[in-house]
């Protein structure tokens, strides 16, 4: 009767959630640990300890590794991770859309274009961050004014986000064309392909508050987002506020990318693969879909740009592994579960 | 009166032909309503203006006489519930978190629902019959199923009005039924249904007022019996129809059958009016004392009778008579609808091809 209870309320059984919470903690781990420079597992154990005031013997560098060169970009992995399939899983619904994930509103490339064009004028770190979340709600609220109105539906959305999406695509390509080959170009065409390796405590300073305040947002309406796919007629006759909710919905979702976008780049794939394997295993009700995006993302990212700064010599862009990783795990996955469904 | 639309009238922005002409009708608890017309008349437009999905362009709905427009979305839909017509679902929740949707209404917005809520939602399912597939994905089951689904997300917030839009359309015999007899249970229970059909014969068998539509954007609106006519079936549908009886060993139900489609040139002619036929009318009569009811009203008719013949079975308390006619159409429905008004009466009336051209 109580797991009847749990599973009509749509909340994770005990099991599903303590594997869900360790995975983060495990990639964690994992990441602190592997590297050109390799720390054993117990030493980051004792250097977590000294923080607590307790004395163990650590060499200064394996303490700089960890808490200047590993933690920062880790916490970002986490942050970026749990964000962005927050935000894809939220697309995802309110569109009725499988297909849909962070570009679809054109957020991902006004932010890209934001960023590039700070870069361009030589800006420094929080400026290209600020200017990357500024036309990232600027194409987002391009994207609401443009498919909204009489006789919209949320294909319309849809529509309009790509349309916005790739007029600010061509914007990022004036951008380039017009950027100093020497200088510029390339630090804007490797930002592009999104990475991790600019991360500092300050970045993230910057970019948390937004992506924190997001998801906690959503997390608190979990059970109310259930009524997202539901037409707005149906929607409505249940006593919700279905416009309301929406743009709360598309706020948070945008806000969450456009930070995220802004700290590292836009970074694919992950929004679209993290909520459907979620879906998958754990069902649709974002009771659980959400805290199980939440931590399955962020360890997942975690995973990936550790193999970003450790499988080559030189750092590949997490953007490409993710694809390269991603797609074939997805396409298992769905002939297994046999479905778009969300 | 629990829910009424006075004076409604709707046209899309923009466009030309109004869709809904100056609509009036009212139900009250218990009443089963059903709205009926042909594809295109506007039948999914009434019901959303009637909601308020769609904004009346004058006119107004109200519920317990308070006009929608002021009552705040909590308060309405409590006492309102909607069922959507089940044709597309693209959500992959189980049937319990389907239900349990229809408790929205009463859950806070940062809330998750309260055992209550969940203990509301299960019986429902229970009650509903579902609970063999309570644990199904609803983008699995069969499309009869989703429809007592979201019939069951409606009740969970124990509404006092439920409004279905062609909840039986799309579905097998069976399924129909299904739908129909929950349909007639919960008027029984002093629920007010009001729902979609295209479906005369559904109407005329489960709705005691009826709402028919035509194409133009006029209605009749009253008694299923009055409002569901041969002659306002041909009108609205555009078919000729018969109103008839089927019997099973139990009942006789009433049932509409198109027969043809009405060619254009017909429309000047009503049917029925001129013509004239032959026929014989059946009677057993249960109660010997409404006897001589029937001959005075048979008395009333004894220009067109050309023969009778009766048969009192007094073991069992029974009288049986047969009528002969020779008469106009309309007389000869006028007579069977006066004897079936009768208590503790069987009719039935056979007709002979019409003869009408050649007298």
């Known amino acids: 009767m109580k797991d009847n209870m749990a599973a009509s309320r749509g909340k994770l059984k005990k099991i599903e959630f303590l594997v869900l919470v360790l995975f983060p903690i495990v990639c964690v781990l994992f990441a602190l640990s592997v590297g050109r420079f390799s720390v054993p597992v117990t030493e980051i ?12 013997e650590l060499s200064g560098q394996t303490e700089l590794v960890l808490w200047t060169m590993r933690f920062p970009r880790i916490l970002m992995a986490l942050l970026v991770g749990a964000g962005l399939s927050v935000a894809g899983c939220i697309f995802q619904s309110l569109f009725s859309n499988p297909l849909a994930s962070p570009d679809t509103l054109g957020v991902a490339s006004g932010s890209s274009f934001g960023a590039a064009l700070a870069l361009l004028l030589g800006a420094n770190l929080i400026l290209v961050q600020a200017s990357a979340l500024i036309f990232g709600l600027c194409a987002m609220a391009l994207t609401w004014i443009s498919g ?8 319309s959305i849809v529509l309009a986000g790509i349309v916005i999406g790739s007029l600010f695509s061509a914007l990022v390509s004036l951008v380039k064309f017009s950027a100093d080959t020497e200088s510029e170009l390339p630090s804007i065409t490797y930002w592009l392909m999104g990475s991790l390796s600019s991360a500092g405590y300050n970045t993230i300073a910057l970019g948390c508050p937004l992506i924190i305040l997001g998801i906690l947002i959503l997390f608190l309406l979990r059970w109310r987002l259930n009524s997202l796919p539901l037409s707005d007629d149906e929607a409505s006759s249940l006593g919700i506020n279905v416009k309301g909710l929406r743009i709360v919905c598309i706020l948070c979702a945008s806000a969450i990318t456009a930070a995220s976008v802004s700290m590292c780049g836009p970074v694919g794939w992950i929004g679209l693969l993290i909520p459907h394997i979620c879906r ?13 995006s939440v931590l399955a993302g962020s360890g997942f990212m975690v995973l990936v740009d550790t193999a970003a700064r450790s499988i080559s010599p030189s750092e590949i862009p997490v953007s490409i592994l993710t694809a390269i990783l991603g797609a074939p795990f997805f396409i298992i996955l769905m002939k297994k579960s046999g479905g778009w469904n969300l | 009166m629990i829910i009424k639309v006075e004076n409604g009238c709707f046209t899309y922005k923009h466009g030309r032909r109004q869709v809904l002409d100056n609509i009036n009708f009212e139900a009250s608890a218990g009443d089963v309503v059903a709205i009926l017309g042909p594809n295109g008349a506007g039948k999914t437009t009434l019901l959303r203006c009637t909601m308020g999905f769609l904004k009346w362009s004058s006119g107004r709905s109200l519920l317990e006489s308070k006009d929608f427009r002021n009552l705040p979305g909590k308060e309405l839909w409590k006492t309102l519930s ?23 209404v009463e859950i806070g917005v940062f809330s998750l629902p309260s055992k209550e809520d969940v203990r509301k939602a299960d019986a429902v399912i229970e009650k509903l019959g579902l609970s063999r597939i309570a644990d199904s994905k609803c983008s699995e089951i069969s499309g009869g199923e989703l429809q007592m689904v979201l019939i069951a997300r409606a009740l969970v917030s124990e509404p006092k009005v439920l409004i279905l839009d062609e909840p039986e359309s799309n579905l097998d015999f069976k399924n129909q039924l299904l739908v129909l007899d929950t349909i007639t249970e919960l008027a029984a229970s002093g629920v007010c249904c009001i729902f979609n059909t295209h479906y005369p014969s559904h109407a005329l068998r489960r709705a005691n007022k009826t709402l028919m539509l035509s194409p133009g954007g006029s209605h009749l609106f009253g008694n299923t019996r009055d409002i569901i006519t041969e002659e306002n079936i041909e009108k609205v549908f555009g078919v000729h129809a018969v109103i008839g009886d089927i019997e099973s060993e139990e009942k006789i139900f009433q049932d509409v059958v198109a027969v043809g489609i009405k060619a254009d040139s017909d429309q000047t002619q009503t049917k029925g009016s001129s013509g004239s036929a032959v026929a014989t009318v059946s009677i057993i009569v249960s109660d010997t004392s409404i006897v001589t009811d029937v001959n005075s009203i048979l008395h009333r008719y004894s220009k067109y009778i050309i023969g009778r013949m009766g048969m009192p079975y007094k073991k069992a308390g029974f009288n049986m008579i047969n009528i002969f006619l020779d008469a106009p159409v309309t007389e000869i429905r006028a007579l069977t609808d006066k004897l079936n008004l009768l208590p503790e009466i069987s009719v039935k009336t056979t007709y002979g091809k019409e003869l009408n051209q050649h007298r």
Request: a positive charge.
């Open chain 1, 45 to 56: 154990f004792h250097s977590i300890l000294n923080k607590f005031s307790f004395d163990f």
């Open chain 1, 148 to 155: 909204s109105g009489r006789n919209s539906n949320k294909v």
């Open chain 1, 280 to 292: 998958m295993r754990f069902g649709s009700s974002h009771v659980s879909l959400l805290p199980a």
């Open chain 2, 82 to 104: 909607y069922v959507p017509q089940a044709k597309q679902v693209s959500s992959a929740y189980t049937v319990r978190e389907m239900v349990l949707l229809g408790r929205s």
